[in-house]
């Protein structure tokens, strides 16, 4: 389950009960007061999937309080419940995996009992969104990534911090998977080449297109 040094997938790890939880969250949080949109780049591309910020948006390629490019409505607060859930995740990929190197990611900067997000970005993938390869550098802190999966499964494609080319792992990562990337792993490049739609369980209420959540601290004050 490590992939790559402090990059540690731990499959199934939500329960059903904490994924339908946290896609009826992410319904009310797509409605605003920032909505839910397609980011603009400056570049003039616009983003395939769909996202929507908690405690701090990400406006490309910046952190702000306000959503100056949406509608410049306050971003909704991250709730303490998601930093909660961050820290679980850490101690679920590190301190559990390997109690004797226990809060080895990053070197000693931040344990699960230190882990404090300020940040979550909610992306949503519908049968055709897909996320090109690209490192998260926005964020003023080493400190770990935690990523939720839920709904279709995808391919997850996790690279190397050189270039965003070869050599990579191409993962399949399920509804209520938890990947935690910290220490070497956090500024790797990495990125979603395709969703596997139709894959998410319509009995259970997780079929429709794909969720993912990250956890991020991002450095800031204020
Ligand atoms: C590895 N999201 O929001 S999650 C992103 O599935 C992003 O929506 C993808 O990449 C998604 O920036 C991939 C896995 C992930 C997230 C952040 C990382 C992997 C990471 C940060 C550093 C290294
Ligand atoms: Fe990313």
């Known amino acids: 389950r490590e992939i790559a040094p402090g990059a540690v997938h731990v499959p199934g790890w939500l329960t059903l009960a904490q994924q339908q939880t946290l896609v009826v969250a992410c319904r009310d949080w797509a409605r605003g007061p920032v909505p839910i949109r397609h980011t603009k780049l400056p570049n003039g591309g616009v983003m395939s999937v769909q996202t929507v910020c908690l405690g701090w948006h990400w406006q490309p390629y910046a952190y702000t309080r306000t959503a100056d ?15 909660e859930l961050g820290r679980k995740a850490l101690v679920a990929a590190y301190r559990d995996q390997d109690p004797a190197a226990a809060d080895t990611y990053p070197p000693h900067t931040c344990t699960p009992d230190t882990y404090t997000p300020d940040t979550a970005l909610i992306n949503f993938y519908d049968d055709q969104a897909k996320m090109g390869m690209h490192q998260d550098k926005d964020e003023r802190s080493d400190a770990p990534v935690v990523s939720l999966s839920i709904g279709d499964r ?19 990562l399920a509804s209520g998977d938890l990947f935690v ?27 429709g297109g794909r969720l993912n959540i990250t956890l991020r601290m991002t450095g800031l004050k204020g």
């Open 69 to 83: 490019d949406v509608n410049g409505a306050r971003v909704t607060e991250l709730p303490s419940w998601l930093v």
């Open 154 to 172: 995808c391919v997850f494609r996790f690279g190397n911090t050189a270039t965003r080319t070869k050599p990579y792992t191409d993962i399949e």
């Open 181 to 207: 990337f910290g220490g070497p792993s956090r500024f790797a490049y990495h990125g979603v080449p395709k969703v596997r739609p139709g894959t998410g369980d319509p009995a259970t209420g997780l079929a």
